[in-house]
């Protein structure tokens, strides 16, 4: 599994975004994926996780509502589509792949870091 995000940008409060997760390795429909942030003097933390298949989401309760995570295993990607944004969102985003049977809300079970995209959002 090779993760690269993209997508991050400057945008509005209220706006939107859609992130990209794209799978340069072979088995991107083996693992779940997850999005995470990691916000300046803080934490990372999850955001929102996507089962093998897509059939299961888990969201954050700061996001829920607001975010949805999808993917489309014909081409390797997970995606994070960003409604409603706010000024707390702002933060570096990254994808992870998950491995074994942790739970889909726990960073434990999501490796590895890609590089993340920078989201801003101005109020």
């Known amino acids: 599994v090779q993760l690269q995000a993209s997508g991050g940008g400057l945008v509005q409060a209220g706006g939107s975004l859609t992130l990209s997760c794209v799978d340069s390795g072979r088995t991107f429909s083996d693992n779940g994926m997850g999005w995470f942030r990691q916000a300046p003097g803080k934490e990372r933390e999850f955001v929102a996780s996507?089962?093998?298949?897509?059939?299961?989401?888990y969201y954050a309760d700061s996001v829920k509502g607001r975010f949805t995570i999808s993917r489309d295993n014909a081409v390797s990607t997970a995606y994070l589509r960003m409604n409603m944004l706010k000024s707390e969102d702002t933060a570096v985003y990254y994808c992870a792949a998950k491995y074994g049977f942790g739970s889909y809300l726990s960073m434990d079970s999501f490796h590895p870091w890609g590089p993340g995209t920078q989201v801003t959002v101005s109020s």
């Open positions: 996507i089962n093998r298949s897509g059939k299961n989401t």
